[in-house]
């Protein structure tokens, strides 16, 4: 059996720089964030007095939702930009931890770049900031980008700007909901991305979780998949191991070339952090 590890890689404007004790050190253009990282539960390569004397901010949690970024250098922006390839994205510190941007999700982008070519339709739902639908857009994709947060989608817009490109279809709404439509539509895609969250949050601001809704996504998204398309399901659930993902793959994909995998990242001091899981169909 092949190893289930798939190793996704930082770029010129990030970098995975540490990680261990609870935390990782990350450097993001000239800025270097400390964050706290449940799966970074080994000792890490350089000690924490060696992080704070690198770092620019710190993320200090508060309850398990959200919390405050503690400044650490006097001249750290708060916003601020990042490359990778041609695209420009806009990074700014959000009370969930996060800066705007998943950099794992570079595996994901090279193979979107790879695969989809002119006026293929592209959807990306739960598309956050952006990231996959500018990388979709910059290959000139028709490209449709779901998110139920309405910020999101004009960080996004930000971001495909920044990046001089136009004419993303944004879709404010429910992505089960959109998915659905889209069927009822007869549309189809060349290529999906879904990322969704543990939890997500529905139209009408009502909760589900993804363990629940997995088999109606998956079984939508095979339906809107084009013969030759391929699909992308990035999963950070606790619920969901990789057992499960390839069981469900299988209901869903049997007479697809699929893969399921672990996606790691290796720290510049040569730790290993855990990702979540990953399915591919297609490519
Ligand atoms: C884990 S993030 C996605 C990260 C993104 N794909 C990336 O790599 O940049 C989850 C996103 O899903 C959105 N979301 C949560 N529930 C949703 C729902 N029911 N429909 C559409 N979007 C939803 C959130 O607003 C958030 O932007």
Not at 9 to 31: F, H, P
Not at 65 to 71: A, E, F, I, L
Not at 173 to 202: C, H, S, V
């Amino acid at each position: 059996m092949s190893t289930p590890k798939l190793f996704t890689t930082g770029w010129a404007d990030y970098e995975l720089i540490d990680a261990g004790g609870g935390k990782k050190l990350e450097r993001w253009g000239k800025i270097i964030t400390i964050r706290p990282e449940v799966q970074a539960y080994f000792k890490s390569g350089k000690t924490f007095d060696e992080w704070y004397k690198m770092a620019n901010w710190e993320f200090i949690s508060k309850g398990s939702q959200s919390g405050s970024w503690k400044k650490l250098k006097e001249f750290s922006p708060k916003q601020w930009e990042i490359q990778y390839k041609k695209l420009t994205f806009q990074l700014q510190l959000t009370k969930f931890k996060h800066v705007g941007l998943f950099p794992e999700q570079k595996i994901n982008w090279d193979f979107i770049s790879e695969n989809l070519g002119f006026e293929n339709r592209f959807l990306n739902l739960f598309a956050y900031t952006g990231a996959a639908s500018v990388v979709a857009r910059k290959e000139d994709a028709t490209t449709f980008h779901v998110d139920s947060v309405k910020q999101r989608i004009t960080w996004a817009k930000d971001n495909m700007e920044l990046s001089e490109l136009d004419r993303i279809k944004w879709v404010h709404e429910d992505a089960l909901k959109f998915a659905q439509r889209e069927l009822k539509r007869g549309n189809k895609y060349k290529g999906i991305i879904m990322d969704p969250p543990a939890y997500g949050i529905g139209a009408k601001k009502e909760r589900w979780k993804l363990e629940d809704k997995l088999d109606y996504l998956m079984e939508n998204a095979s339906k809107l998949l084009q013969k030759d398309g391929f699909l992308i399901l990035n999963t950070y659930s606790p619920k969901i191991d990789l057992k499960f993902l390839e069981r469900k793959a299988n209901n869903h994909f049997r007479n697809r070339h699929f893969e399921v995998k672990e996606l790691w990242m290796k720290t510049t001091t040569g730790k290993e952090l855990y990702y979540g899981n990953l399915l591919r169909v297609g490519g």
